[in-house]
């Protein structure tokens, strides 16, 4: 499993207009060429009477599925401009169909490429990427003198704190970096002077948005 990845948000669409004509970009995310041509197939059944619905769609951990379409549009001028987009986001597990009105002027092949390019971007940029992290539960049992203690040093370390339970003791519970919970047992040993119980629990992604290129390069 992925110690992080990028990816879109479940459902979203945004639309830009070049030269009268409208292209509006679906998003979607999907774990399998199944769900991606399911998706598909409803954005073309939604604006059956689009002169285009053009597609792309990478997934996997290694992106080792990949497929573009045109949708007669003149080859090579929607569905790949569309999936380099994807790439250069460094997304996975993404879909992407963007429906074209067409509004009386031809854009050429130039033009084509960018605006099929552009109408991806633009949804990307307004709807946000989600940044997935793979997470370990983490179960820390102390006693009720080093709660303050160890409060004050998760938040200083910026920690995610699930829940606190107190009961004879203090069950604490937090998520921690699959990659750094062994760096993570030693440190917090340290800071409770042995005085701690730890123990696994699950592992799952948590999921931040992030609004722009430069936070998830």
Known sequence: MLSH?????????????VQKSRFICHIGRVTSEEEAQSFIEKIKKKHRQANHNCFAYLIGEQNHIQKTSDDGEPTGTAGVPML????????????????RYFGGIKLGAGGLIRAYGSAVSAALDTLGVVKRSLMRTIRMTIDYPLL????????????????????ESVCIEIFIPEIDKESFKTWIIDKTNGKSVINEGMLNYTEEICKTEGEHK
């Open 5 to 17: 990845y990028y990816t879109v948000i479940e459902y979203g669409e945004h639309e830009i207009i």
């Open 84 to 99: 380099e987009v994807l790439k250069k986001k460094h997304l996975h597990d993404t879909v992407v169909v963007v429906t």
């Open 148 to 167: 303050g203690v160890v409060e004050n040093a998760l938040h200083s370390q910026n920690i995610i704190i699930n829940n606190i339970d107190y009961q």
